[in-house]
């Protein structure tokens, strides 16, 4: 029999990211964390990290957390990702995070705790799961979509309300919309983070 043809690779998207990750005011140390790698091969790893709490420890956690993923594979499914990463962190505090792994126009993330994940132009149909990544997860959800060219996605902690709507940004490149997004939006009790992310042909 004649072996399956391979699909052909859809074009991958050109992704453009600008992010904003900032210590909770009288912080010095950042609980919160932002991780992007690019293979320049259509394959990227987007994440956000949330430490239990904040200051020194919270931020020694999610350094512990983006030292795991920077070791990782950029083909790596997320579900492995989520499964090293919930490894990397037994013993600690715990954390939240969020991570999506981009290969040409498909994206795959999970999501365990509460770091949000807002999309513009395309659906990601991502559904958190409860727990904590380093303590207990009962199921990690993950969502698989495709993303169109125009595309963007945004990776929010909780210290950063949610009274907004990428589409009312849409204006704004994302650096600027990263800036509008905590100026108006940052919460004073907590470490504040957005990562944004375009996506073009
Ligand atoms: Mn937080």
């Not at 010095?28 to 609980?31: K, T």
């Not at 956000?48 to 020194?56: F, K, M, N, T």
């Given at each position: 029999?004649?072996?399956?043809?391979?699909?052909?690779?859809a074009r991958?998207?050109?992704v453009?990211?600008a992010?904003l990750?900032?210590?909770?005011?009288?912080e010095?140390?950042?609980?919160d964390?932002?991780?992007?790698r690019?293979?320049?091969?259509g394959?990227?790893?987007?994440v956000?990290?949330?430490?239990?709490?904040?200051?020194?420890g919270?931020a020694e956690v999610?350094?512990?957390g983006t030292?795991?993923?920077?070791?990782?594979?950029?083909?790596t499914?997320?579900l492995q990702?989520m499964h090293?990463?919930?490894?990397a962190?037994?013993?600690?505090?715990?954390?939240?995070?969020?991570?999506?792994m981009?290969?040409?126009s498909?994206?795959?993330?999970?999501?365990?705790?509460n770091?949000?994940l807002?999309?513009?132009g395309?659906?990601?149909?991502?559904?958190l799961?409860?727990?904590?990544?380093?303590?207990?997860?009962?199921?990690f959800r993950?969502s698989?979509?495709?993303?169109?060219a125009?595309a963007?996605i945004?990776?929010?902690?909780?210290?950063?309300?949610l009274?907004?709507?990428?589409?009312?940004?849409?204006?704004?490149?994302?650096?600027?919309?990263?800036?509008?997004?905590?100026r108006?939006y940052?919460?004073?009790?907590?470490?504040?983070?957005v990562?944004l992310?375009?996506?073009?042909?």
């Open positions: 029999m004649a072996p399956l043809q391979p699909k052909p690779a991958p998207l050109r453009q990211t992010h990750c900032l210590p909770k005011p009288g010095r140390e950042n609980g964390a932002v991780l992007v690019e293979d320049g091969e394959r990227s790893m987007l956000v990290i949330d430490a239990l709490g904040h200051g020194p919270a999610s350094l512990a030292e795991c993923l920077s070791a990782l594979p950029l083909d499914p997320v990702v090293a990463l919930h490894h962190l037994k013993g600690s505090r715990g954390a939240a995070a969020t991570v999506c981009l290969s040409g498909r994206i795959e993330c999970c999501a365990v705790g770091v949000h807002l999309s513009a395309s659906e990601v149909p991502l559904v799961s409860p727990g904590i990544l380093g303590h207990q997860v009962a199921k993950v698989d979509s495709a993303l169109r125009g963007r945004a990776l929010i902690s909780d210290g950063v309300s009274r907004f709507s990428l589409d009312q940004l849409r204006h704004l490149a994302a650096a600027e919309a990263c800036e509008f997004i905590i108006r940052r919460r004073q009790e907590d470490d504040a983070t990562l992310a375009d996506f073009s042909n």
